[in-house]
């Protein structure tokens, strides 16, 4: 069952990509929260977008996370189903009788985790870049905005970061998706193994709540290194230059204090449960189907 993953991506791009596009324009408020200064909280920060770069303005940076969305759910799912299989040797199916121990469940989650972080990081530098320009649709005699879209972006950091650039804050990524990956998988099988009688599948809306609720756990744990992460990926743009993680972290709290790890908490959180409801039922169905 678990070469569904690598053979099937396209379950994830259809579903996936639904909840990454209903999911997209809280993703744009909290990157903007987390990395430019000027907003006073949520609804300043949706109001001026709106006024100044009307509702496009949300959607900025959105085509290549829905174009990567099946390969990095892919490479996710199924590196944790095949850790799973190999640490447990036992089916998906086989598994609802012989639950795995949260142990291999945190296991699994991190090692896919830390896989999936070096596809998502290119993807994710360049959809971060796209969301943070405050230029609204282009007029003529209007300002143009550095970067004229995704390949344009790319291309830029190619030529100006050297191939190196692609992969800035990919670090930050994988420190922050290796934990909160075990923690995202720890909490979906926690929740619907106490909600499914001994030996049965999850019904439809377990795994939805389960789902959400593992997308709120995983989120909230992962807000400060993905306060960090995004920082990263803007350094050096905006003048400021950090010398690596952790000093990007330590002149992140001397400027504005340890509320810094939360920004953007409130707004991850909201944004999690729909998106990865909608991700974990996909990969249910695509289990059974294929499994
Ligand atoms: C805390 N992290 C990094 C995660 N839970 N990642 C996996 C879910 C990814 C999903 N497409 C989302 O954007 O929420």
Redesign the pocket.
Known sequence: MCVFGWLFPSGYASS?AV??VL?HPF?TVKVRLQTQTTYRGIADCMVRIYRHESLLGFFKGMSFPVAS?AV??SV?FGVYSNALLLLTATSHQERRAQPPSYMHIFLAGCTG?FL?AYFLAPFDLIKVRLQNQTEPRAQPGSPRPRYQGPMHCAASIFQEEGPRGLFRGAWALTL??TP??G??FITYEGLCHQYTPEGQNPSSATVLVAGGF??IA??V??TPL?VIKSRMQMDGLRGKVYRGVLDCMVSSVRQEGVGVFLRGLTINSA??FP??AV?FLSYEYLLRWWG
Do not use: K, M
């Open positions: 996936g909840g990454l999911g993703d969305i990095v759910n996710l985790g999936q922050r998706d909160t990956l923690i995202y593992a997308g995983s989120w744990t992962a993905d944004r999690a998106v990865n991700t």
